[in-house]
């Protein structure tokens, strides 16, 4: 079955860019969607069609491509940031999402 | 504002069905992708399936088996029925509103998830 590779953890340092990765295999051939999740909430979408984002998200969001890797980049991290972020992507007829990364900004 | 709300019986018998529905407020059930999308305590998210507002559904092949989505619009509601269940079933489901068509292998599927539900927990556990 398809897989979506994500690094469990991530730090970053407020103010600096955090980047998270996303692989599988042929993913340059499929659009990515990422979604954050907070401490006890419901996951919200942050970039969506590799690069799009959605009214109502900061523009330090954004999404790109290399090779069979995506990656969601936050610009100027700030603590709200701070969250669990799982890439997801379309296998066919099936949505598969990453296991997800764990954003800490120390 | 969109909202979505699911409900349902948090504690079912290992081997019975578990039933959940999602309420939405705020926009019409006769448009967009109706999914229902778990999450294990601790773990990741994993996608069960969907109804699209004509009717049609589109089930997560390892689950597929054992699961049936259903619309009742005049209620504004879609439901999740997962037969034969065990304690690998326990997890909070979501509920979640799919949109932006877009063509994926000679199909069309929604480009995002959103809003989502706050999610249930549902435990099997006798």
């Known amino acids: 079955s398809y897989e979506l590779t994500q690094p469990p953890s991530v730090s970053v340092s407020p103010g600096q860019s955090a980047s998270i990765t996303c692989s599988g295999d042929?993913?340059?051939?499929?659009?990515v969607s990422w979604y954050q999740q907070k401490p006890g909430q419901s996951p919200i979408v942050v970039i969506y069609q590799d690069s799009k984002r959605p009214s109502g998200i900061p523009e330090r969001f954004s999404g790109s491509y290399s090779g069979n890797t995506a990656s969601l980049t936050i610009s100027g991290t700030q603590a709200m940031d701070e969250a669990d972020y799982y890439c997801?992507?379309?296998?066919?007829?099936?949505?598969?999402f990453g296991g997800g990364t764990k954003l800490t900004v120390l | 504002q969109v909202q979505l709300q699911e409900s349902g019986p948090g504690l079912v018998k290992p081997s019975e069905t578990l039933s959940l529905t999602c309420s939405v407020s705020g926009d019409s059930i006769n448009n967009y992708y109706w999914n229902w999308i778990r999450q294990p305590p601790g773990k990741g998210l994993e996608w069960i399936g969907y109804i699209y507002y004509s009717g049609s559904t589109n089930y997560n092949p390892s689950l597929e088996s054992r699961v049936t989505i259903s619309l009742d619009t005049s209620k504004n509601q879609f439901s999740l029925k997962m037969n034969s269940v065990s304690a690998e079933d326990t997890a909070v489901y979501h509920c979640a509103r799919g949109g932006d068509r877009m063509a994926v292998a000679g199909r069309y599927q929604p480009a995002w998830f959103d809003p989502w539900g706050q999610g249930t927990l549902v435990t099997v556990s006798s």
């Open positions: 042929r993913l340059e051939d499929k659009f």
């Open positions: 997801q992507a379309w296998d066919s007829s099936t949505a598969i």
